[in-house]
């Protein structure tokens, strides 16, 4: 995507119905696909995106997706009164057209939300009443999509967790080594392929009818959790990648953050540990919320989900390094290189703890 100057952001941003003058307009996050900006008015904050559609192809069926399952959230909240509802979930700001989304003249394409003030959000967990919190947002929000039927949603990013069309990526960025980069990484792509038929579980159970498609958030990143002041669970963000899928998706997603001591690209993996506590402690939340509508089935996917996610996200890294960095921003040139080797590192722990893992996620069923 082309570089954006303050111009062209203030003049996108002036297509929104937002309240007061804009003061200012700054970065903002830490988000790896769009570009994200905080418009400050005299009245209040907004979160101003720039929707990266060479990721997200079909932006209107993106903003669609979001439209439902904001208007099914709010819904679901409504008896709470409208400042809670405001504040627990996002709200999207219509252009001064009515629209959800504006494309400018460059055929740029633009959200705005308000921006929730006095929340916070954190890369790396620090606390059990974090993990925990995060646990039964995430499962919370599962249980209030159960009810919302699948179909009603696109499929925006098709097989987005699938491991077979990822590895399919990795191999056609092998056989292409566009980047001449695949001879530097011979021992992770062995240490990869070990693994391979391992990782096939979920899809397998899926395949087999054995796991209900439900409405999953797919991108469980702890930092894609806001809490309060007292780290208390106010909303959860990013929703780009709502969409059909299976829990163990979500849960393995939110397991690879929360678990690792360390942050997803750190280069010193001797630094990569698992917090087992925290493990517990977000399963336990989970649990809280999911256990009254997750099958048996689904309960034991949640393992597989655990040694999947952090496995198919050094597939994903390593696959853009191979490709040349087209994909994820990266801030240095082996960016990609360090993500796939300190995710690696995670499922190495995981493997020598997987006996631990399993007894504390059948003990937080029962809890
Ligand atoms: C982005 C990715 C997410 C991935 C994460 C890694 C998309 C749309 O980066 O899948 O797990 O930090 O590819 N989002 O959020």
Redesign the pocket.
Same mark, same amino acid.
């Given at each position: 995507m082309s570089e954006l100057n303050n111009n062209n952001i203030l003049s996108a941003a002036s297509h929104f119905d937002i309240e007061g003058d804009i003061m200012y307009i700054e970065r903002f996050g830490s988000?790896?696909?769009n570009d994200t900006y905080r418009v400050k008015t005299a009245v209040r904050s907004y979160l101003f995106q720039r929707i990266?559609d060479q990721?997200?192809t079909d932006v209107a069926g993106l903003m669609e997706n979001t439209r439902v399952v904001l208007h099914h959230l709010k819904q679901k909240l409504a008896h709470l009164g409208r400042e809670k509802v405001e504040k627990s979930t996002l709200t999207l700001i219509p252009t001064d057209e009515g629209k959800w989304y504006y494309q400018d003249e460059s055929d740029c394409f633009w959200r705005m939300l308000i921006l929730l003030e006095g929340t916070k959000s954190y890369d790396i967990v620090e606390t059990e009443a974090q993990a925990y919190a995060g646990g039964k947002a995430f499962g919370e929000f599962q249980k209030q999509l159960s009810d919302l039927e699948p179909g009603k949603l696109v499929e925006i990013?098709p097989n987005?967790h699938n491991i077979d069309f990822r590895m399919g990526n990795l191999r056609n960025a092998i056989k292409d080594n566009v980047a001449g980069r695949v001879e530097e990484v011979q021992d992770i792509l062995h240490y990869i392929l070990q693994r391979e038929e391992r990782m096939r579980t979920i899809l397998w159970m899926g395949n087999n009818g054995d796991l209900p498609l439900r409405i999953t958030h797919?991108?469980t990143?702890f930092n894609?959790v806001l809490l309060d002041e007292h780290d208390r669970v106010q909303c959860v963000i990013?929703l780009?990648?709502v969409m059909p899928g299976y829990v163990a998706y979500d849960f393995g997603?939110a397991i *690879?953050?929360i678990i690792n001591s360390a942050a997803?690209d750190e280069p010193d993996t001797s630094k990569i540990i698992l917090n087992i506590p925290l493990f517990r402690a977000y399963a336990q939340g989970y649990m809280s919320e999911a256990s009254v509508f997750l099958t048996e089935k689904e309960m034991t996917s949640l393992l597989h989900g655990v040694f999947l996610?952090p496995f198919m996200?050094a597939v994903?890294?390593l696959t853009d390094y191979l490709n040349g960095d087209t994909?994820?921003k990266i801030h240095y040139p082996t960016h990609n290189l360090v *993500?796939t080797r300190a995710q690696l590192k995670l499922v190495q722990e995981m493997e020598l703890y997987q006996e631990e893992l399993t007894t504390i996620l059948e003990e937080s069923v029962h809890v």
């Open positions: 988000g790896h696909i990266n990721v997200f990013l987005f797919n991108d990143k894609n990013d780009d990648t997603d *690879r953050t997803e996610l996200q994903r890294f994909y994820y *993500r």
